[in-house]
Structures are given as structure tokens and as C-alpha cells.
């Protein structure tokens, strides 16, 4: 499967941004997405993924209550909503699928298939 993310810019703090990653493939329906995101200097970090069927969802603390993690599976989409955004909030952030073998996972070594970042600016 191919992942394309995008949705990313330059915003103020307390701003907002919907990131959408759009995949190819008629199988996106089997596959675990998440987002992660990784700042300058820094590893890159687990944010939310939702499960398969979209019953599922979970989020690092970090974004927890802020951030909202969404699939449209007839659209092979999936969507990152980030309210309240803050300057930590500042990073690339990555779209990625996990073949529904297991439970959703939060690691990178989860995933199979990484879109290209998208980068997400937040000012002070």
C-alpha cells in the first residue's frame, strides 16, 4: 500500500490542522493506521493510531484530548484533526499501516508502509 500525507503548515499556537493521508489499494480496510511524528533532533514518536474498523482508537499522552484520529475506509482515508495545537506540536508527522494481524500498535517497528511527512509548524 502507498500513503500520502498531507494537510500540514504554519500555524499559531492554539490554531488547528486536519491532516489527511490518502492510500492506494483496495485492501486499506485490513490495516491498522497511525500517525507519529518526529521533531528536529528527535526520534520519532507515536501520536494516535485507530484500529481496522475504526473501533479502536488510542493516543499518546502528549495529544490526548486534543487530537482526533479518524478513517473513512470507502475512502481509503485516514484523518489526524489537532486543536489546541502547541509549539511542541511542531514536527513532520508521518501516516503509517499495520497489517490487522494484532492489536493496533504503538511502535514504528509495527509498521510496514510509511507515507512521506508532512510538515506541521506551530508558532508561539
Known amino acids: 500500500v502507498q500513503l500520502q500525507a498531507y494537510g500540514g503548515g504554519l500555524v499559531q499556537a492554539g490554531g488547528y490542522l486536519r491532516l489527511s493521508c490518502a492510500a492506494s489499494?483496495?485492501?486499506?480496510?485490513?490495516?491498522?493506521m497511525g500517525w507519529f511524528r518526529q521533531a528536529p533532533g528527535k526520534e520519532r514518536e507515536f501520536v494516535a493510531v485507530i484500529s481496522w474498523s475504526g473501533d479502536i482508537t488510542q493516543y499518546a499522552d502528549s495529544v490526548k484530548g486534543r487530537f482526533t484520529i479518524s478513517r473513512d475506509n470507502a475512502k481509503n482515508t485516514v484523518y489526524l484533526q489537532m486543536n489546541s495545537l502547541k509549539p511542541e506540536d511542531t514536527a513532520a508527522y508521518y501516516c503509517?499501516?499495520?497489517?490487522?494481524?494484532?492489536?493496533?500498535?504503538?511502535?514504528?517497528?509495527?509498521?510496514?508502509?510509511w507515507g512521506k511527512g508532512t510538515l506541521v509548524t506551530v508558532s508561539s
Open positions: 503509517a499501516a499495520d497489517w490487522a494481524t494484532y492489536r493496533p500498535g504503538r511502535t514504528t517497528a509495527s509498521y510496514e508502509y
Open positions: 489499494g483496495r485492501t486499506f480496510s485490513g490495516y491498522h
